[in-house]
């Protein structure tokens, strides 16, 4: 039997979702919108696609989540984006109501399913689908790390002139400006980072990770990323239906860990067949531990307004 995937949400990163889906085969991808025709569109295109890429897998879409039904993993994208000058926390009731609704008719017909939230602003929208769930947390997990990893990866890449895949890095904290980019622990091919590049060089280069979202929101000016977003969660998507176990930077629901309690904040997971299977407990230092309270606090004044709309 096929692996089955829906994907709420049709738009920029929704719909690239499904694609890098079906290029790796990774399942059959159900594409669930609420505007009419934009799914079964996308839906229709992309598996048009499939004789040229060579790709089996059925791509359909939907403004119901009828045919939903029994999907292994539900990505949820649904929502709106960010435009220039706004921040991901501008999105807070609008996506909620999105994410609420997603959430509620997603589990009723995939109840056992693993839920990967990708709508902004991250890591207040996985708590919603945390709580509307009522799934265990090690079945609903946020996306942001791995996208935020990967553009700081791409950018000590560029700067050496390595390979991106000799790049490792760790990024903990909310998907915000307040993100915290672990200098110390990243490397290149186990040498690390700070041996490689100067101070002043590296603290831009976190910098520009930490606006890597608004920079191209910037040059977009009517929505914001949707590629690296899309192959991020995807690549969650595929640990998890693997059961790869890759140890990924995530969304998670921490419960006592870095000091942190009832609150979904990005920390490096272990991801498999169960969802979250492990969450790593980094030794920080006193400055880094300040800076991951400090991005806890932004996610948890979100989480509040949230609570009291529920
Ligand atoms: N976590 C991250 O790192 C990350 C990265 C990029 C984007 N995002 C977020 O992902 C979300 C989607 O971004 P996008 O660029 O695809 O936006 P988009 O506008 O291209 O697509 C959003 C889609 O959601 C649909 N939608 C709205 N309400 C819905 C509902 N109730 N049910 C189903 N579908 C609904 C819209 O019709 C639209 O097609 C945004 O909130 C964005 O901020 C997060």
């Not at 999105?98 to 991250?122: C, D, F, M, R």
Request: aromatic share 6%.
């Amino acid at each position: 039997m096929r692996k089955k995937i829906t994907v709420v949400g049709a738009g920029n990163v929704g719909a690239n979702c499904a694609m890098w889906i079906a290029g790796k085969e990774l399942a059959d991808v159900v594409l669930v919108d609420v505007v009419e025709g934009v799914p079964q569109g996308k839906g229709l295109d992309l598996l048009q696609a499939g004789p040229v890429n060579g790709y089996d897998v059925m791509i359909s879409g939907a403004n119901d989540y009828a045919t939903t039904a029994d999907s292994d993993i539900v990505i949820i994208t649904a929502g709106f984006p960010r435009k220039p000058g706004m921040s991901r926390d501008d999105l807070l009731l609008a996506n909620y109501e999105v994410v609420k609704t997603a959430t509620e008719q997603a589990v009723k017909y995939s109840p056992e399913s693993i839920i990967i939230v990708v709508t902004n602003p991250l890591d207040a929208m996985a708590q919603t689908a945390f709580m509307v769930s009522k799934f265990p947390k090690q079945r609903v997990i946020g996306m942001a790390g791995v996208l935020d990893t990967a553009r700081f990866r791409a950018f000590i890449a560029q700067e050496l002139q390595v390979s991106v895949e000799n790049v490792t890095a760790v990024v903990l904290g909310g998907h915000g400006d307040t993100m915290v980019p672990l200098v110390r622990l990243s490397s290149v091919a186990g040498i690390p980072l700070t041996d490689l590049i100067e101070e002043s060089r590296l603290k831009a280069i976190v910098e520009r990770t930490q606006n890597g979202g608004a920079e191209i929101v910037k040059y977009l000016k009517t929505g914001s990323a949707y590629y690296a977003p899309s192959a991020a969660a995807v690549e969650m998507a595929e640990s998890i239906l693997k059961d790869k176990k890759k140890v990924l930077p995530c969304c998670a629901y921490l419960e006592g860990e870095y000091g942190i309690n009832g609150l979904y904040v990005g920390v490096p997971c272990k991801l498999g067949a169960a969802g979250i299977e492990k969450i790593y407990e980094l030794k920080l230092t006193a400055e880094e531990t300040a800076a991951l309270h400090k991005s806890s606090n932004a996610v948890k004044e979100l989480v509040e307004v949230i609570k009291s709309k529920m």
